[in-house]
C-alpha cells in the first residue's frame, strides 16, 4: 500500500479536463486524484473544457492567480494547456500538472508521469517543478511534436471518420493512408543547413513518443535545447509497416532509410510540384499545412514529473 499523503495545503490546482478523454475511467481517476488532494487540505477547482481556446484561456487565468495548473486528457489537451502556459510571458513562473486521461498519453510517457491516482497525488503535492523544453510550431506553442507525412494524413483521416472512434479509428486512418501515399518531396532546413530528401514523414520532436505509445525518436530529452528531426525516405511500401513494428522499441533509427537530425529551428517545406497540400501534426491536432517552422523554446515550462 503506498503511504498516506501529508498535508500540503499551501498548493491550489486547477484540473481543466477534456470530457471526451478516456471516457469513464478517466473520470473515475480524477475522482480518486481529486478527492486525495482534498484529503491532503490543497484546494482543487475542477473545470470541463468547452474546446482548445477555452482550455488555454482558463490555463492563463489560473496561473495568473498562483494556481498549479492540471491538463487531464490525452496529448491534445496536455500539448494544449501546457502550450498556453508555455507561451505567457511569466511562463517560466507557472507549475504544469499532467493527469493522464488520455488513450496515448506520450508526453506522461517521456516524463515518466503515474497514472496511479496514489502516485500521481504524491508527485502533485510533494514533487518540485521541473523546467521542460516546448516547441514554438508556427507561432504556437506545443510540447510534444511536430509532423507532416503520412501519420500527419492518418491523423486527419481518423478526424474524419464517423462510424469508429479511438484507436480503431486511427487504425483504419493510418491504413487508408499508406494506401493512397505517394512520397513527399521535402525541403528540410535545420539551423539553416537545407536537405531535399523524398519520404513518408518528417518528425520534429521534443518528446520520444507520438501516435500512442511509438517511440519514434528515443534519444530525444525534453531538457537538453534541441530537437530530434526523424526522417523515414522513401521506399516500398513494406518498408513502412516494417518501421512501423520497429517503433515500439525505437529500433528504426538504426535502418539506413531513417534519417536522424538534431537542432533548435527546423523549417519543413513542401519542394515538389505546385498543388499538392501537407497538413502537419502537433501533439495529436492539425494546426495547418506546410511549411511549418518549429523552434524549440528551451525550459520554457514548469512541470511536476519525476
Known sequence: MPEPVRDHGARSFTAIVNPAAGGSAS????????????????????EYSRGLEHAAGVARAAAGTGRVVLGVGGDGMVGCVGGALAG???GKDAVFGIV????????ARQLGVPSDPE??????LEGEPRPVDAIEANGTPVLGSVYAGVDAVA???????????GSAAYYVGALRAIISWRAADYL????????????????????GYYGFGRHIAPDARVDDGLLDVILIRNGPKKLFFAVMRELEDGSHVRRPEVEVMRGREV???????PGRTLPYG???ELPGVLPVTAKVMPGALRVLAP
Request: glycine content about 8%.
Open 27 to 46: 473520470a473515475s481517476s480524477l475522482i480518486t486524484l481529486a478527492r486525495l488532494l482534498r484529503e491532503a487540505g490543497a484546494d482543487v477547482a475542477v
Open 88 to 90: 505567457l510571458d511569466a
Open 100 to 107: 493522464p486521461a488520455g488513450r496515448g498519453n506520450d508526453f
Open 119 to 124: 502516485e500521481l497525488a504524491k508527485l502533485l
Open 155 to 165: 491523423n486527419d483521416n481518423a478526424n474524419k471518420t464517423r462510424l469508429l472512434r
Open 188 to 207: 528540410i532546413t535545420v539551423d539553416g543547413e537545407s536537405r531535399s530528401r523524398q519520404g513518408y514523414t518528417v518528425v520534429a520532436a521534443n518528446s
Open 267 to 273: 523549417r519543413i517545406e513542401l519542394a515538389g510540384p
Open 282 to 284: 502537433a501533439d495529436g
